[in-house]
């Protein structure tokens, strides 16, 4: 909307893109466009096939999310990690806050763990779920405890007036999004446990330098999750396991080169070959920590060159958007 004039050519409709989970419009389908001539009307099961027998042909020992891959029949024989998709009502939801004092989110959160983990609760190629990814609220407690006070009426609005009055301090309002982050890992892992009790659950998904509390926090899970976005993500390693002492694991990382047109990342390098330098030297460092247990490159394909949902147009596939 509003960029077609940027386009000599939209893909067609009838290529069978499968619906975003993402629920905001995405960006035109090329890639999907691009399989579709590589491997015809039945370019899906095709392409997977493909890319599984490439995943094998480059040691990569895990599969795509089926978060990512929009799909939930699709089997790559190859394990994988999932995220479990927790409810949010928007009215009631501040810096990824929901409403943890409401018994509809309680309700909602059940009925979501029922619906997207009681069908994987069996399958062998599942490790786990993460449940949740870079929280945005720490160390900005006081701002997100305005935002609940201004908004409407909710169960936690209502919890928090009663919290904050006999004394309205800095520290009581750090204390009690701390409580209600707490009481919100609570109602997701019990729900977790309820319904897929087979699977790990690889916890939130930590992003940057997080603090010592919120790093304390993940003792709840079975694993400790970090997005480490570095050269070399060791100084993570080493300091969530001097806190919490559980495996740790990498949610994503990545590597990119500003060309074709795209931005070049969190992480840049200066060329392609560069990129390979910095993934090895990345994981050889990860991996002589005694608690790493594995990484996960955020993303397989480069991103759109007009942006993504948000606008991000990163080069960091593996491939880009014709399959190369």
Not at 86 to 92: A, I
Not at 306 to 318: A, K
Request: aromatic share 14%; hydrophobic share 35%; net charge negative.
């Amino acid at each position: 909307e509003h960029r077609k004039e940027y386009y000599t050519a939209l893909p067609p409709d009838d290529i069978g893109v499968p619906k975003p989970r993402f629920p905001v419009p995405g960006p035109a389908a090329f890639h999907a466009w691009n399989l579709f001539r590589r491997f015809g009307p039945d370019w899906r099961t095709k392409a997977i096939e493909f890319t599984t027998r490439r995943m094998d042909a480059w040691g990569l020992t895990t599969g795509p999310s089926p978060y990512f891959t929009s799909d939930l029949d699709i089997e790559t024989k190859k394990p994988y990690l999932n995220f479990f998709r927790v409810p949010r009502n928007p009215s009631t939801t501040y810096l990824g806050l929901p409403d943890v004092y409401s018994e509809d989110f309680v309700r909602s959160v059940d009925e979501a763990a029922a619906a997207q983990m009681a069908p994987r609760r069996d399958d062998p190629y599942l490790l786990g779920y993460f449940v949740g990814n870079e929280p945005p609220w720490p160390e900005r407690e006081s701002e997100l405890v305005d935002l609940i006070l201004g908004g409407p009426a909710s169960a936690t609005q209502e919890t928090l007036k009663e919290f904050l009055a006999s004394e309205d301090t800095p520290e009581k309002r750090e204390s009690f999004i701390h409580q209600a982050f707490e009481k919100y890992l609570e109602i997701v892992n019990e729900a977790c446990r309820r319904h897929d009790p087979n699977h790990l659950n690889l916890g939130m998904r930590f992003g940057g330098q997080p603090p010592d509390y919120l790093l304390k926090m993940g003792r709840v899970f079975d694993v400790c999750s970090l997005n480490p976005y570095e050269y070399s993500p060791t100084e993570h390693l080493e300091r969530a396991y001097k806190l919490i002492e559980h495996p740790i694991i990498f949610g994503e990382f990545q590597f990119g080169v500003p060309g074709d047109g795209l931005g070049g990342s969190l992480v840049q390098t200066a060329s392609q070959e560069e990129r390979a330098v910095a993934y090895q030297y990345y994981l050889e460092n990860s991996a002589s920590h005694p608690a790493f247990v594995g990484a996960a490159w955020f993303i397989g394909v480069d991103e759109p060159v007009t942006g993504r949902m948000d606008g991000e147009n990163y080069n960091i596939g593996f491939v880009d958007v014709t399959d190369r």
